[in-house]
């Protein structure tokens, strides 16, 4: 089997896609002939036309409402955001028309709205956020956040063969870090709303998604090999509809857990987790829950700032022994 | 002479790596500041490198065509510049396999995070707040000790275990999933073990200080006062204080001592009323079990045996030594262990179990003169009784004939502070109704 | 499509109000700019600047040409440059250590190692400098220029736009605010040809950016941007009129985007034949040099002592503080607020 890389897998999907059905097609800011600003349309402008491959002016608000546009109508359109950053210009659009259409109206609109996120690559404030809970209350659109080359390529399938408009979120780090072999000849694709175990444990749990899966496995190891505890981690893979039946099984597991994210601390995903673990599973703590997260300062630039602002591993290390000894 | 390193650059941001496609010099040519020093090739783009300073290529560390993580060490240039110091290279991004530190780079180092305290046994911090609770001063690690976590509780409700007896090796001292379970494994009683009446269950209690004046004499507690200290105050928060007073009509048992005490002292033994209260109440703690009980988390306890303690007021403190088995002793042998407790107790003789496993107490205030007390409850029992002054008293008799007047009677109150968590007013008047009554018509066959 | 703009106005044969110091001064101005982004560029190679790197190479003309017609200094007027206006920044009186400072991430630049290039502020100098999301300045400009005319100060601002900028709907909104409220604000439209790798067909339906200008009721004007001196008149124009009351004020400039959109981009897509036509025949400071040259303005020897000048300042420039240490991790912590102070170090930074 090849090994791909996050960011081949998420292209891989795409292809797949637009080679499956017609009605897919893409529209964003140097998609085609440039083939995207990481490369992730590479050769699609070739392949299916400038048509299905539109270079769009620098305009997110119309990127997303005429993807809402065109869905109504039928089409499947994969949105793409050069930074997600800059899906903040197409927040009105997505928030108040796209995510309400079918509640308020009716209209289906199955699009995908998908770019670049995170940081640890000295992006400074623009190039690096983490947007998930700025949308994460709004009801209407679904958010998925792979970690893994090949929920790349399987939730960029199952999100655009979705009826509902989802925000997917790749992480820029990960695009060419991560590498896994991936079968061929068979369909990848990965529902949303399910988590996955990335790795089993009985002691506690981290629940995570996106690169601080990553970390949160070094930091298992970390602990298995020095501490001798077991740490259990679970990928979320979506954040809307949450995978609540996985978080309560690993909760009432371990009865401990850590929920580490790459986004600020207040407002965070993380909050509303520890809440629902609270209403579903309170008889199964045998200790605080508790967060490791960024600082709620705006990202900086510098190598250090950033290092320090962002969890690393070493801290969900910390973190996990904290709980381990409580 | 000084080294300068230099490293693959990383050209985007999410570049991983590079291949060094072309080297433009070669060991031992000379380089200027800036000059094309190699070429490299990425995904996104094919770059010269330039040199960070004037000096010589002194060493090639990555070959043509060879592929490197950014920031690789990649070739060190040596330069005559004076005491050049190292620049802080970049601090690699973190990776998920992290990329060789860039090697020797001497010179001031990025500076790092702020150095964390050792970590040989992690001591979380208190997260909890304190509590200032209206019931009084608990902390919030007091808490965690009684109450510990949810699951915790979860598991010792279904084992009906004490989380209180069982030790913890948690954060605070809390017990934790494990040392319930390994207690529940062992086999360890599932009620609790007995204390010492006096003993405080959850360590000593902090009284709030005081500022003495001048002229003031202060005096540290001794260990009795302490424990005696400890004892009221935990009982006032353990229990539900309810005082219930009764009269009683002596004039019977003074009757009945007063034809008895002769032969009694005969036979060394000194009837008091105590002691004929003391039966009463072994009869009827049978008769009203709640009344001979303890409370234990969410579980009653009803006592197998009846064990009265009987207060004794000595002049170093208060002391409760304990008739085992009252309900099997009759009035004489109830009077000879009154007697002998009460002397052994004066004499500091009391054995450590003379003090433990009481049921019920029986404190006389009215020794001293007290009509009625509101005594405080010795724990873990639910109920002690106070019996006040004894002495004649007015009193409204209904003669054979229906008519009523005034007679001279011995009478005394009876009052039983009781625990109204799992003694209801209807058990403890029903109880010291029946008391009065078998105090009132005490049955000669008795003595 | 060839893009060669032949010079729409004429290089005056003896540029009004210029001494030959100032002559010079731009001269220096544009060697300044050029020499000190080609030391940042190597920089980027050497992993000592990190991030991105984006260049002007080809636009330094109308940078300094536009910047230098403003009044300079202390209560005079502001401008926000863009990511390609480094030029613009140091006629405002940005300084090259700074600049490197900034770049380079160092704890006593700027803006203390949090923002990346050309993101940091000297509003007593008089620059503002951009966030990422573009039009999202020219809001803000109308904002300031509205406080200058609310206040009765006759100070004006100045802020640069791209081609794609032009798309956003900031751009939208802060123009047409900015004109009903008769701002006095000078837009400098760079059609430099390329938004990262769209040309302007695929950015826009108007031909020329001035086009769009008619939309929003504003005076509007085309300029070749790559004639600093004609660029410098135009903007000297554009400015007075603002500052007598006329409101906004739309120039145009022509240019060439000669790099990619940053040093991580080969440009593939741009024409290599175009390229070179634009490097080798109309390259700003190649034109001003010929100008100053053949109108005996000013001699060789006077140019290339200002060359070795900028070389010698910037090098002491880079040497005074490549080497300084990055920020500590700690102060990424205080400044999110007025009050309270700092954000709180997270509980497990504190174990």
Known sequence: MPEVTYLEALRQGLWEEMERDDRVFILGEDVGLYGGAFKVTEGFSQRFGAQRVIDTPISEAAIVGAAAGAAHMGMRPVAEMQFIDFVSCAYDMLTNYVATARYRAGLATPLVVRGPCGGYVRGGPFHSQNPEAAFFHTPGLKIVYPATARDAKGLIKASIRDDDPVLYLEHKWLYRRIKEQLPEGEEIVTPIGEARLAREGTDLSIVTYGATVWKSLEAAEQLEQEDGVAAEVLDLRTLLPMDDAAIMRTVKKTNKVLLVHEDTRTGGVAGEIAARINEQAFEWLDAPIKRVTAHDVPLPYAPTLEDFVLPQTEDIVKAARWLAAY | MARVDVLMPQMGESIAEGTVSKWLKKLGDPVKRDEPLFEISTDKVDAEIPSPTAGVLAEIRVQEGQTVPVQTLVAVIETDKSATVQPAAAAAPSAAAPPPKPAAAPGPPPPAPPASPALDRPRPPSTAPVGKGGDGTETADERLRRRSTPLVRKIAAEHSVDISTISGTGFAGRVTKQDILGFIERGAPAAPVSRLPAAAPSGPVPHPTVEPWPGDRVEPFSKIRKITADHMIMSRRTSAHVTSFFEVDYTRVAELRRKHKAAYAERGVNLTYLAFIAKACAENLRRHPVVNAAVSGDNIIYRGEVNIGIAVALEWGLIVPVVKHVDELSLVGIARAINDLGERARTKKLLPDEIQRGTFTITNPGVFGSYAGAPIINQPQVAILGVGTIEKRPKVVTLPDGTDTIAIRTLGMVSMSYDHRVVDGADADRFLADVKRMLEDFPEGAI | ??????????????????????????????????????????????????????????????????????????????????????????????????????????????????????????????????????????????????????????????????????????????????????????????????????????????????????????????????????????????????????????????????????????????????????????DPIDRYVKQLIQHDWVDERELSDVDEHVRVEIDEATDACVDEPLPQGETALPGVYANPRAAERLWFRNL
């Not at chain 3, 003309?61 to 910047?67: K, N, R």
């Not at chain 3, 502020?121 to 039009?135: A, K, M, T, V």
């Not at chain 3, 206040?151 to 900028?165: A, N, T």
């Not at chain 3, 430099?192 to 504003?218: C, H, I, M």
Request: glycine letters at 10%.
């Open chain 3, 1 to 282: 499509m060839a893009s060669r703009t032949r010079p729409t106005t004429q290089s005056p044969p003896l540029p009004a109000g210029l001494t030959r110091e100032q002559l010079l001064g731009i001269y220096r101005y544009l060697r300044l700019t050029r020499t000190l982004e080609e030391r940042l560029t190597a920089l980027y190679r050497q992993s000592k600047v990190i991030g991105g790197l984006f260049r002007s190479l080809g636009q330094e003309g109308e940078s300094v040409g536009s910047a230098y017609a403003l009044e300079r200094g202390k209560n005079g007027d502001i401008l926000s440059p863009l990511i390609r206006n480094l030029g613009s920044m140091l006629v405002m009186g940005a300084r090259p250590v700074e600049i490197l400072r900034q770049y380079m991430a160092k704890a006593d630049g700027p803006t203390r190692g949090r923002e990346l290039n050309v993101h940091f502020n000297d509003l007593e100098l008089g620059y503002l400098g951009q966030i990422s999301h573009l039009g999202d300045m020219i809001p803000v400009m109308a904002g300031i220029t509205l406080t200058f005319k609310l206040r009765g100060e006759p100070r004006v601002g100045l802020v640069y736009i791209g081609d794609g900028g032009t798309s956003t709907g900031t751009f939208h909104e802060g123009l047409n605010f900015a004109a009903v409220q008769r701002c006095p604000l000078v837009v400098i439209a760079e059609y430099n040809r390329w938004a990262y790798s769209t040309p302007p067909e695929k950015q826009f339906a108007v031909k020329d950016l001035v086009d769009k200008a008619k939309g929003y009721g504003v005076a509007a004007a085309t300029v070749d941007g790559n004639d600093v001196l004609a660029v410098y008149q135009a903007t000297k124009l554009a400015v007075e009129r603002a500052r007598g009351g006329a409101g906004v004020q739309f120039l145009e400039v022509k240019t060439y985007r000669r790099k990619g959109h940053a040093e991580h981009d080969d440009q593939h897509y741009e024409p290599p034949d175009e390229l070179d036509w634009w490097a080798k025949q109309n």
